[in-house]
């Protein structure tokens, strides 16, 4: 199993600013992953983290508003720009490797946009 | 597009009786599925991954079935305790990324 650690772990933050989250996992994985979750909703993918190259965004995301890094195997930093109180959410990043392809995830950090 | 629906949207049961939680979806040529746990506040734990060419798997007081030609998983939960109390969610994986059900939140009244 990856152990994933998120940094910050919350943060409250003004509207028409950006954050930057950073996951970090304890060994290499193939994939990493950014989800958001919405006050009382479920999960939804943001975007796959590609290792040396750009990211690849689910419908409704763009680069724009989320860049994502990936500089190696097991780092992964997400932003959030320009915000909004629409932005207030938990970010979760995740990773997953080996055969089994079983995803583990961080903490997540919860934003809140004033 | 992956659609995941989970039954019920939320559980109370007394100590000591056992858990049925349902997971549906739409597309079955999943990699996996997997069952998670969700804390208020925190984040996912992996409780147990099916392949797909498993039928279920177990773990200690936990058990999850799957049926790909019908779409369905169900998550079995023996003897409950308050500790159990907590919204599980499933999520289906098609190339490699996870679609997630709402969940289902449990309370296991001591």
């Known amino acids: 199993s990856a152990v994933i650690s998120q940094k910050p772990s919350r943060d409250i933050c003004q509207r028409g600013t950006s954050l930057t989250i950073q996951c970090q996992v304890d060994?290499?994985?193939?994939?990493m992953f950014w989800y958001r979750q919405q006050p009382g909703q479920s999960l939804t993918l943001i975007a796959t983290?590609?290792?040396?190259?750009?990211?690849?965004?689910e419908s409704g995301f763009v680069i724009d508003k989320f860049p994502i890094s990936r500089p190696n195997l097991t780092f992964s930093t997400l932003t959030v720009s320009n915000m909004s109180p629409e932005d207030s959410s938990i970010y979760l990043c995740?990773?997953?490797?080996?055969?089994?392809?079983?995803?583990?995830f961080g903490p997540g950090t919860r934003l809140t946009v004033t | 597009k992956q659609e995941v629906t989970q039954i019920p949207a939320a559980l109370s049961v007394p100590e000591g009786e056992n858990l049925v939680l349902n997971c549906s979806f739409t597309?079955?040529?999943?990699?996996?599925l997997q069952w998670f746990r969700q804390d208020p506040g925190k984040g996912l734990t992996s409780l147990l991954l099916?392949?797909?060419?498993?039928r279920e798997q177990t773990s200690g007081r936990l058990n999850a079935s799957l049926d790909k030609s019908s779409g369905r998983s169900t998550l079995y939960i023996a003897a409950s305790q308050p500790g159990d109390s907590a919204t599980y969610l499933c999520?289906?994986?098609?190339?490699?990324?996870?679609?997630f059900g709402a969940g289902t939140t449990v309370t296991v009244r001591a």
């Open positions: 099916i392949q797909s060419s498993q």
């Open positions: 060994s290499q994985v193939t994939m």
């Open positions: 597309d079955s040529a999943i990699y996996n």
């Open positions: 999520a289906a994986s098609n190339d490699y990324k996870l679609s």
């Open positions: 983290a590609n290792q040396g190259s750009e990211a690849t965004y």
């Open positions: 995740s990773a997953t490797g080996g055969s089994s392809y079983e995803q583990y």
